[in-house]
C-alpha cells in the first residue's frame, strides 16, 4: 500500500476543508500507543487506546488483525495520532530497523483509515534509561520527525518537556519503575497535547484501556 499523503497536510481534510473545520471539536480524536498513554483522558470526542508493553511490531499486528475494531472503529477517526517505541528503546534493534517498523505501522493505520489526519508524537525517556538508550531515543525521534517531513504529517514530540537542563528526566514526572508516568506527568503530557494538537478538553471523557 502507498503512503496516503493528501490527507495528512496540516490545512486540508480529505473532504477539502479547512484547517479550521479539523481542528473543530466535533472531530473524533483516536490516541493510539502503548502504556505511556495511561493517565491521558478527559477530552471531547476523544479515546484513548493504550495497549500495555507493546512495541512498534505488536502494535501493527494488533491494528492488522482488527484487534482494536470492538473497542475503536478506526475508520471512524478524524485525527489519529500515534505513541508508541518506549519497549523498542531498549531493544537490540537498530534506528533503520525501528523506523522500518514504524512505516509499516503507519501503513497498517492508514489501510483502515485512508482520509484521516495523522499525528506522530515521539518517543519520551525514561528515568531508567541509560546514557546510550537516552540518545538512541534522541536520534530515533530525529528520525521520525524526518520520515514526518518526508509523509507530510505533524511531528510532535514532548521529550524536552521532562527532562532537566541537563538533559536527564526529572524523577518528579514518573513512577517507582522509571517507565511509566505517574500523575504528574500524565497531567503534563496531556497538557502538552492540549497544546500542539486540535483537541479540546471535557470532563466526561474517560480512558479506554485495552
Given amino acids: ?45 476523544t479515546s484513548v487506546s493504550c495497549n500495555l508493553g507493546v512495541n512498534i511490531e505488536e502494535l501493527t499486528k494488533k491494528v492488522t488483525r482488527d484487534q482494536l475494531e470492538t473497542k475503536f472503529k478506526i475508520k471512524t477517526y478524524g485525527i489519529i495520532v500515534l505513541h508508541v517505541g518506549t519497549n523498542d528503546i531498549p531493544s537490540r534493534r537498530t534506528i533503520p530497523t525501528l523506523l522500518a517498523q514504524y512505516r509499516k505501522l503507519i501503513i497498517a493505520v492508514q489501510s483502515k483509515n485512508d482520509t484521516a489526519q495523522y499525528v506522530i508524537s515521539g518517543v519520551l525517556p525514561c528515568l531508567q534509561d541509560s546514557d546510550e538508550q537516552r540518545e538512541k531515543t534522541i536520534l530515533f525521534n530525529k528520525k521520525l520527525r524526518y520520515l514526518c517531513k518526508q509523509l507530510g504529517m505533524k511531528y510532535v514530540d514532548a521529550f524536552s518537556t521532562f527532562v532537566l537542563k541537563r538533559g536527564k528526566p526529572s524523577k518528579k514526572f514518573f513512577q517507582e519503575d522509571g517507565i511509566h508516568l505517574n500523575s504528574r506527568g500524565a497531567l503534563r503530557l496531556k497538557k502538552y497535547f492540549k497544546t500542539h494538537l486540535p483537541i479540546y478538553k471535557t470532563s466526561k471523557k474517560e480512558q479506554d484501556t485495552v
Avoid: C, E, F, P
Avoid at 9 to 24: E, H, I, L, R
Fill in 1 to 45: 500500500m502507498q503512503y496516503n499523503q493528501r490527507s495528512h497536510t496540516g490545512n486540508m481534510t480529505a473532504k477539502g476543508g479547512s484547517k479550521q473545520d479539523v481542528m473543530d471539536k466535533r472531530v473524533k480524536t483516536l490516541l493510539l500507543g502503548d502504556s505511556i498513554l495511561q493517565g491521558i483522558k478527559g477530552w471531547a470526542s
